[in-house]
Structures are given as C-alpha cells and as structure tokens.
C-alpha cells in the first residue's frame, strides 16, 4: 500500500467514525434524558408548564407559591349542614385473617375491607379518617366518586398525608348513582394492597332496588377473596326476586 492510500484509508476511518457519533451521540442522549428518575418524591410538585404561555415563569403568577392561583381550601365540600351519612373510619397496621392464613395488613374500624357506606344520591356523606397506627400516614380517595377537589384524598396533592394519632374529615354531596370504592392514596401500592379499602353504594333516589349485594374482590397476598373471605359469596334470593337478597 503506497503512502497516499493508506492516508486515503486512515481518512475514510475517520470520516467513518464521527458519522457513527454524528448518529449515536444525539440517540444517546435521548435515552439518558428519558431515563425515569432512581426516585421521585409526590412532595417535588416541579413547576406547571403552559408551553411558554404568559404567566408561565415561576415568579410571575401562577406558581404554587406565588398566586393568584386558587387555593385548595376553596375547593372543598359543604362545610355547613349536618351530613345525612356520617361515620369515621379508623386506619391501624394489624393482622388480616384469610383463608386460614394470618398476614400482615391494614384495616378500617379492624376489618378489610373496610365498612360498606351507604347513600343516596343527594346525601351529603361526612367521614372522619382516623390514623390509628399506620406509620406511613394514610388518605382515603373516593374512587370514581365526582367530589371537589380537597375531598379527594391524594396525599402530597390534595392534602397531606394524615400521620398516626391524626384525622381528617371528608365532606361531599354523592350525586351520581352506582358502586365504588374507597381507598388509601398514600403509598397505596402497599396500602392498598394491604386492605386499606372498602366499597361506597350510592343508591338512585327513593328507589326500591330489591335485593344488594357488593362483592369487593381483593387478592391478599396470594390469596383471592371475596368481601375479605376466601369463601365463594352466597346470595339467597327468592324466584323473580331482582338481584340478590334485600338486607
Ligand atoms: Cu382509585
């Protein structure tokens, strides 16, 4: 190989090299960029982006901190009124006995689930949380259920997290008819998991629905129950009776 071929070589290698970084620098980039964070803390709330919007920049409005926002305190249900469903839910760290097997969990008032509530559409429903002993603080979020937005239980969002010997009152008209659920919203992969749930009925106004019956499904640990038993759900019920047995 004469000199100048092997320049003309050594050339092209170059030349072959940085168009590979040209290439994979920038990808590279990319997928460090969109790597998700080694931790995220839902107490880091950032900053709201509206797309270089006027107001946008943090200390010219519309931060969290700098107003004129609108605050959480006016987002919340009737304060006044005596609720037509009341009732306090207290939250502890304790043993859940299924199938013959006793785990670690969470109960509300010592049970998993927790207590069925009960209402009507119209009802203004108020539940005291009471964190007895669950050490992470707990919420309650009321799944599905259309309430203002400081009723709706999403620790380091709506509210603060409720630490043990605390309690929170929640306060809001159920306006929709149907089945739902409550549950913690506080390290709810855990808690929820756990047993901090339990099933909200609205019932359409004045109606006569027959016979209820809620089955709350719910895997603990690797056990599969049905209204926190392993047993199947029985529901007696007369011919021509409409769903299930009237309790
Ligand atoms: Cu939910």
Redesign the pocket.
């Known amino acids: 190989m004469t000199e100048r071929e092997a320049l003309g070589r050594r050339r092209r290698v170059v030349a072959a090299v940085v168009a590979s970084l040209l290439v994979l620098g920038p990808l590279a980039w990319f997928w460090w960029t969109s790597l998700v964070p080694a931790n995220a803390s839902v107490m880091d709330m950032g900053y709201p982006d509206t797309g270089g919007a006027p107001g946008a920049t943090p200390g010219h409005g519309h931060t969290p901190t700098d107003g004129p926002g609108v605050s959480l305190a006016t987002l919340a249900g009737p304060s006044g009124g005596d609720p037509d469903v009341a009732l306090t839910l207290t939250a502890d760290t304790g043993p859940i006995e299924v199938g013959g097997r006793t785990l670690d969990g969470y109960t509300l008032n010592g049970t998993s689930p927790g207590p069925t509530i009960e209402a009507e559409v119209g009802d203004l429903v108020e539940v005291t949380l009471v964190n007895r002993s669950v050490p992470d603080g707990t919420t309650l ?1 009321w ?2 259920v259309d309430v203002p937005n400081a009723e709706d239980g999403v620790a380091g969002v709506t509210q603060d997290a409720v630490p043990p010997g605390g309690s929170h009152v929640y306060r809001f008209v159920v306006e929709d008819a149907g089945t739902y ?1 409550y ?1 913690s ?1 506080q390290v ?1 992969h855990a808690q ?1 998991r756990g047993g901090l749930f339990g099933a909200l009925v609205v019932h359409p106004p004045g109606s006569d629905e027959g016979a209820q019956a809620v089955a709350a499904v719910h895997t603990y640990g690797a056990v599969p129950t049905i209204n926190g038993s392993a047993e199947s759900l029985r529901v007696p019920a007369n011919p021509a009776t409409r769903c299930g047995s009237a309790s």
């Open positions: 979020h799944h599905g659920w549950h919203h709810s929820v």
